[in-house]
């Protein structure tokens, strides 16, 4: 069987216990080494061992992508460790406030755009002459808020709408150094963070957690949720060579719920 990313590197930024993880075990399931990064070095090291009985390498760097000197650090101890970068995925994620703009404070919403556009422009550059070299390719999360209007989610939006935006410029910028960077939208993923939300939603609403999935999934054209697995298929799509002519573009994963 051809592997995606056969010998390929790739640093994955925010790698949590949901889809953090289960994108680095697929990228080491494709043939990828990682280089794992997150505030976390207990829940990193614990991954990096399960990509190690993968037969692939992890190296788990803890970092706080806010942190200009620690981002520089990665990007070192990642070329320090396998001598290129060939891809490098933005996942770095903060809860949203879940309330409208009137009711979400200024700090929250700095912090959210210090995090998500900030942090992630951080990381480009940092790893910016490392792609250069390889031809390589960048996967920035982004999420469905970009397509509706909830009002719910509006700090979220403006983060997420922000980094869209960056995204595509940055397409522009560097495409001429051979990067490629693309964004993946995804709807609700259904995993476990998922799960408790919609636990909590079923116990103040009085019905089942099945109830409030049948809910979420009703306007989907395929009526249900995608899962960590469909993000990540996306993902490893656009990282790998089959992509290799596509950039500045975003590529929607959930299940047929907006149509951009």
């Known amino acids: 069987m051809v592997e995606l990313l056969h010998d390929k590197v790739v640093v994955i930024t925010g790698v949590g216990p949901g889809l953090g993880t289960t994108l680095a075990l697929r990228c080491a399931q494709e043939g990828a080494d990682?280089?794992?990064?997150?505030?976390?070095?207990?829940?990193l090291d614990d991954i990096a061992k399960m990509v190690?009985?993968?037969?692939?390498?992890a190296v788990a760097v803890?970092?706080?992508i806010t942190v200009d000197n620690e981002v520089e650090a990665l990007a070192q101890e990642a070329l320090s460790a396998y001598g290129k970068v060939d891809g490098l995925v933005?996942?770095?994620?903060?809860?949203?406030?879940?309330?409208?703009?009137?009711?979400?404070?200024?700090t929250h919403i700095r912090?959210?755009?210090?995090?998500?556009v900030l942090?992630?422009?951080?990381?480009?550059?940092?790893?910016?002459?490392?792609?250069?070299?390889?031809?390589?390719?960048?996967v920035n999360l982004s999420s469905m808020v970009i397509r509706h209007s909830d009002p719910l989610y509006g700090p979220y939006k403006m983060a997420k709408s922000a980094l869209l935006a960056m995204s595509q410029s940055l397409s522009s910028e560097l495409g001429d150094r051979g990067?490629?960077?693309?964004?993946?939208?995804?709807?609700y993923i259904w995993g476990q963070v998922l799960k408790d939300y919609f636990q909590q939603q079923?116990?103040?609403?009085?019905?089942?957690?099945?109830?409030?999935?049948?809910?979420?999934?009703a306007s989907s054209d395929l009526k249900r949720l995608v899962t960590e697995d469909d993000v990540a298929s996306a993902i490893l799509f656009l990282i790998s060579e089959l992509a290799s002519g596509i950039t500045g573009q975003t590529l929607d994963v959930n299940c047929g719920e907006y149509k951009a």
Do not use: C
């Open 34 to 43: 990682l280089v794992l990064a997150a505030r976390s070095a207990p829940r």
């Open 52 to 57: 190690a009985r993968t037969g692939r390498r």
């Open 62 to 64: 803890p970092t706080d």
């Open 90 to 106: 933005n996942n770095a994620f903060m809860y949203p406030s879940m309330k409208p703009f009137a009711g979400t404070s200024f």
């Open 111 to 116: 912090d959210s755009l210090e995090l998500t």
């Open 119 to 138: 942090g992630v422009l951080r990381t480009v550059q940092a790893f910016t002459p490392a792609l250069a070299g390889s031809g390589g390719s960048i």
């Open 179 to 187: 990067i490629r960077i693309n964004s993946v939208a995804p709807g």
């Open 202 to 217: 079923a116990d103040a609403s009085g019905v089942s957690v099945d109830d409030v999935y049948a809910a979420a999934a």
